[in-house]
């Protein structure tokens, strides 16, 4: 409207810019408003495009259930429960890939999750500003290296170094729990959950970074001067203040952990079983589903597949509704609105 | 002109010669499926490209996608490394022959095992992948290798995780000397593996066996080639142990039973003579029988027959084994009768 104003003001006249809106609405009473058609298309422009978001989610709900019904009919909630999956017989289940799913994301988490916490307040609170910036980089960075790239590394290098030196160490000294029970191989469950760990720390600790930024000075200083340790003032004020960041930041890591697809086929040993070892190979849902869509010729192959989809499709909205419920809940433990 | 001026016009006329070659080029055949095949399938086309102008450009989707998309009637050629049985050919008015033969090779990772030291039987290869021999200083190995210091090592299975038909052709054998796989396990592109690790694709699967001491796997014989990895000698059907070469694989195709096989249908496992490899398998090619454009049905066919006759030498370089002249004679006779377009004969 400033803008309008202006030129109309250096011209004298109507200007130019009106004469579009002036074809529409000649008799209007006041000229002056009518450039805000411009914020209304706007406005329009965000509204269907905010609207498109729940329409697609929708239609992928449609979509997967159209193309799993074949499977879900069959199987029913069985097939969230039996570990078979044999396309000879054409029998299938998901619980061994909703295991796998599950057990690397937990391996990733644990690891991630308090690494990156580590990493975010030490660039904020003790790192010089200088490499701080260089470590800032160097984390964005990792955060966009491509999947496929892990897995080879994880592949290539890192399994190798497992069968050699982690896995034969683990085995000797922890070997009488069941979770370290095996032959080495390098690949399987806990060099896959590493690697989705390796692959989700810069997204949890540049997002923890940005947010332990966020904590004002004033309430770190006003605690030092209280005479409060680093520890303390760590614990019990950037943490609580940051709090609803980080739970958000292990959220995006967790969301990508879950779908990681490339990086885990290559190292998971894509076995169809469940087994107690994390030394043993598995599947996830993901992994599963680049393996077998091209060749699943069978209707009912097929829809056990897009069923699987479907399977972690709710997975994934589940952890985000459990996620958003529980900050609300501690929101309001902590006294807030 | 300034460098830049210079890069811009070498780029502006490689565009414009793409487009102007894309406008004048002559006919294109649009292919999609196995990608075992694909890399003498594309050398063929790229040469054949050079020789007539014709463009052939193939999409190694896999098997089962190249049977979807041929079904669709959205390409001219589908490729499959299992066959279709003859009546489902029958239901779509699709025709099918073998393009190009390969063989399946078992590999192990065996420390102080060469390439072509380890003897197997057909019921200790069995007994290994159904889990039931565990180690590799068994008394069933150790019968066979009288010779050769076998370690106590674990045995580790490794197998294909996708469907494949490199994993259709294994698991044929497998079904076709025991009746307790056949039972048990059963044959197709993917099965549920008692043992073992599963590899994405040939290339997953002998990186798994690189890394994994005391494994064994089965790969197409081009992959076990190129990675110098540890082939087994294997005993067929006639008792002798045969090593996996280009001819032990013709022999195995040449003994089979092409002519009187419905649609081709003809799995080359465990096949008889004294050189056949056991373990071998063709790739085929999927086209419709009735085409309404006889010139385009023509072009397609002269590509294969190009192949056949030409693409030799091609193959072989990329350890491909090219089909046996014998059996080409009989696919090109099929061509002849079953091939029509508007109820004439396309093939002459």
Known sequence: MALTALTSKWSGSVPAVWAVWDVWDENSPDRIIKPVAGDRVFRWITTVCAAAI???????????????????????????????????????GALSSIFGTGVSTLIAMLIAMPMGLAVALFLVEWAPPKLEAFFGTAIE??????????????????????????????????????????????????????????????????????????????????????????????????????????????????????????AVTFVIGNSHRLSASLFETGNSIASTLANEFTEASEPLYLHALVALGLVLFLITVTSQIAAQLWLRHIIKKAGGK | MSKTDKLLLAVILFIAANIAGALHAGPIIHGAGASFPYPVYSQWAHKYNQITGVKINYQSVGSGAGIRQIKAKTVDFGASDAPMKAEELDESGLIQFPMIIGGVVPVVNIKGINPGDLHLDSKTLTEIFLGKIKTWDDPAIIALNPGIKLPSKAITVVHRADGSGTT?????YLSAVSSEWKERIGAGKAVSWPVGVGGKGNEGVASYLQRIKGSIGYVEYAYALQNQLSHILLQNRAGEYVPPSMETFMAAAEGADWKHSAGFYVVLVDQPGKKSWPITGASFIILYKEHGDAVHAETLLNFFDWCY????????????????????????????????SNGKQVWH
Not at chain 1, 70 to 88: D, E, H, V
Not at chain 1, 151 to 164: K, N, S
Not at chain 2, 310 to 327: C, K, R
Request: glycine share 10%.
């Open chain 1, 54 to 92: 729940p329409v697609l989610m929708a239609g992928l709900v449609c979509v997967m259930v159209f193309n799993s019904h074949l499977a879900l009919k069959k199987f029913g909630l069985g097939f969230l429960t039996s570990t078979a999956w044999n396309p000879i017989t054409q029998e299938y």
């Open chain 1, 141 to 262: 960075l990792l955060a966009a290296v491509p999947s496929i790239i892990y897995g080879m590394w994880g592949l290539f290098v890192f399994a190798p170094f497992m069968a050699d030196h982690v896995q034969p160490l683990l085995g000797r000294y922890l070997g009488f729990l069941p979770l370290f029970k095996g032959p080495p191989m390098g690949i399987g469950m806990l060099t896959t959950g590493i690697i989705l760990a390796l692959m989700i720390l810069p997204f949890i600790s540049s997002v923890s970074r940005d947010v332990f930024k966020m904590v004002p000075s004033v309430l770190k200083e006003s605690a030092y001067g209280l005479g409060a340790t680093n520890w303390e003032v760590t614990k019990g004020v950037i943490l609580p203040y940051a709090l609803h960041g980080i739970i958000g930041a292990g959220f995006l890591g967790l969301g990508r952990a879950l779908g990681e697809t490339m």
């Open chain 2, 309 to 340: 006759k030409h693409g030799d030498e091609i193959a072989i370089e990329l350890d491909y084994v090219p089909i046996p002249d014998s059996v080409v004679e009989i696919i090109k006779s099929a061509w002849i009768k079953e091939i029509k």
């Open chain 2, 168 to 172: 259709w052709i294994f698991t044929h």
